[in-house]
């Protein structure tokens, strides 16, 4: 996943890397008995009698291949991969020297992978820095901050925002219009959202695939704002990495897991991962992929290919995993 490219950066603070070993099994609520050595109980849990239906934009499996292809020879292009009730989540291209003005999230964080290309981001309270394949970016609620493509060719990125966190800027700033609105002078709390430990400014994925990380306090997380953990309506973003040459075999009968309120997403950081998803044909999705559970269906990933491999699960609530019964009635 190493764009192979020199990169110069400056090192913030708090942006520490990861340290992550070939893990055998999911991790941070992504498999049974996990959760902060919370244990599990028997429920009945409700399901529709007719499946969950893949509501445009959404489907399973979003191939980065195709993207490019449909938007062949534009520099500037979006593309919405997720809009639900929890997330809104968008490819977006950006030619080379194009610049977002300053802007910023009243009440949510926002998160960037990014995918091809440079792009330099300036987040108030941080020194600017350069990011590029592998790069994952988060900046906390209400803190201003720009992007722009450096270099010779147009940046991609995959940008995750929740539902309906519309974006605001700064009195000295001029709004990108939106067909619809229209933007009136006001003033807002100067309370802003900060970094710590768990939320740092960027990862540098390509530090774990090169074997020199440097440590942080979650080690296989990204984003660790759970809605019931005591922080603010955001998320989670948990980094899974796996060998698939060591995982126990697949079974006919694992369905996986469900989500009960909100749907499951997933970024594929590193090689290949291979889905199970209600009814949809098992599937396998490559590096820059992305694939979609909406709520309440079950499904099942499990690593792929002949190397490492690594996704990025997005959910929505800590613990929210709804897994098949291990006794007893099933229905």
């Given at each position: 996943m190493r764009s192979g490219k020199p990169m110069t950066l400056v090192i913030l603070g708090l942006g520490l890397f990861l340290t992550l070993p070939a893990q055998q099994a999911d991790v941070h609520g992504q498999q049974r008995g996990a959760g902060g050595g919370r244990g599990q109980m028997e429920v009945w849990a409700p399901l529709p009698e007719k499946a969950s239906p893949f509501v445009p934009p959404h489907k399973p499996l979003t191939k980065i291949a195709a993207l490019l292809a449909k938007h062949k020879g534009e520099q500037n292009w979006t593309d919405t991969i997720v809009n639900d009730n929890l997330f809104h989540g968008d490819y977006i291209s950006m030619a080379p020297g194009a610049k977002t003005p300053r802007r910023f999230h009243q009440d949510n964080r926002a998160f960037w992978i990014v995918q091809d290309g440079q792009i330099r981001f300036t987040i108030e309270g941080q020194e600017p820095f350069v990011a590029s394949k592998g790069f994952l970016v988060q900046v906390p609620k209400r803190l201003v901050y720009s992007m722009e493509t450096v270099g010779d060719k147009p940046s991609l990125r995959f940008e995750v925002t929740m539902a309906n966190s519309n974006t605001m800027y700064p009195i000295d700033e001029t709004p990108t219009p939106m067909p619809g609105v229209k933007f009136e002078r006001a003033s807002v709390a100067t309370a802003k959202g900060a970094y710590d430990d768990a939320n740092v400014p960027f990862i540098d994925y390509n530090q774990t695939i090169a074997g020199h990380?440097?440590?942080?306090?979650?080690?296989d997380q990204f984003v660790g704002d759970a809605h019931d953990g005591g922080y603010v309506n955001v998320g989670i973003a948990n980094i899974i990495r796996g060998d698939p040459r060591t995982q126990p075999p697949a079974r006919d009968d694992d369905l996986g897991h469900f989500h009960l309120t909100g749907p499951e997403f997933w970024f594929i950081l590193e090689g290949q991962m291979e889905f199970k998803i209600g009814s949809v044909p098992i599937f396998v999705a490559d590096q820059g992929d992305i694939a979609y559970a909406p709520a309440q269906t079950w499904h099942r990933v499990r690593f792929a290919?002949?190397?490492?491999?690594?996704?990025?699960?997005?959910?929505?609530?800590?613990?929210s995993h709804v897994y098949q019964a291990t006794r007893g009635r099933s229905n």
């Open positions: 990380p440097k440590p942080k306090k979650n080690q290919g002949n190397g490492m491999a690594t996704r990025l699960a997005i959910v929505s609530y800590a613990n």
